[in-house]
């Protein structure tokens, strides 16, 4: 059984999770709610829930302002919130969980069961690193990302990925000093969040740091060269945009 505590400033909001709980996760159970962030932060303390589900916006506060009031995070967070683009990208960069709500009763047991095999392999700590690393340095040169392998999680700066390969569902990352690594998430996924990190899809296998290409080879599409040697096919519908932004770049 999960201990999972509830804080949202909604009470309608609070008791509608507390039910899709109760009927359709049967191992989670539900031990408080709260409905600020000062009376969560107290009664997370002295219940010391496993799994907190955390609005992430509050009033004149966030989830976020909870989580930094913790010296150690040693429970599961699964966020939920109304607004599709508000701190999003700093979720999906710390691959941890969220709802959007009005929640859906699959993605509610999905989460559910992510984080139970997450308790399994003591990987929560990391994510947590990740999301609070990047709210603490808002440069982009030194935001992280977590991803997710079947060995375990993998916290890669982002400005040390030099491109990424797609194989269908499945991305490879290839690093600067490391070997490269698979996730089992399809490309698309990760174009929409390096994207504003300067990277760019050059084709429908390839998603680049621009700051990695040593040159571009003119041609149908054209190829780029990486920094590391690697020669890279840039697709025909690509290129214009592509040319467009290493112009401007120069």
């Known amino acids: 059984m999960i201990r999972a505590y509830i804080v949202e400033d909604e009470k309608r909001s609070a008791r509608l999770l507390e039910k899709l709980l109760s009927e359709y996760c049967s191992q989670v159970e539900v031990i408080g709610t709260s409905y600020n962030v000062p009376d969560a932060f107290e009664k997370i303390k002295s219940l010391k829930p496993e799994l907190v589900f955390l609005d992430i916006e509050m009033q004149s506060q966030t989830g976020f302002d909870l989580l930094k009031n913790f010296s150690e995070i040693n429970f599961a967070v699964i966020f939920t919130t109304a607004y599709e683009k508000y701190a999003l990208r700093a979720i999906k960069f710390s691959a941890i969980d969220y709802l959007l709500k009005p929640i859906d009763v699959t993605d509610l047991m999905e989460a559910v069961n992510k984080v139970e095999a997450q308790r399994k392999k003591n990987l929560l700590h990391k994510n947590f690193e990740v999301l609070l ?117 120069k």
């Open 133 to 249: 690393h990047n709210f603490q340095h808002k440069n982009n040169d030194l935001q992280k990302i977590a991803l997710s392998t079947s060995e375990g999680l993998h916290l890669i700066t982002v400005t040390d990925i030099k491109y990424c390969e797609s194989d269908g569902p499945y991305t490879t990352f290839y690093l600067k000093n490391a070997k490269p690594i698979l996730i089992s998430k399809n490309l698309k996924e990760y174009e929409e969040l390096l994207t504003p990190f300067n990277f760019f899809r050059i084709h429908n296998s390839y998603l680049i740091n621009l700051r990695e290409i040593k040159r571009y080879i003119r041609g149908e599409g054209g190829q780029v060269e990486m920094n590391d040697g690697k020669l890279l096919n840039v697709s025909k519908s690509h290129k214009e945009e592509f040319v467009k932004i290493i112009s401007a770049n």
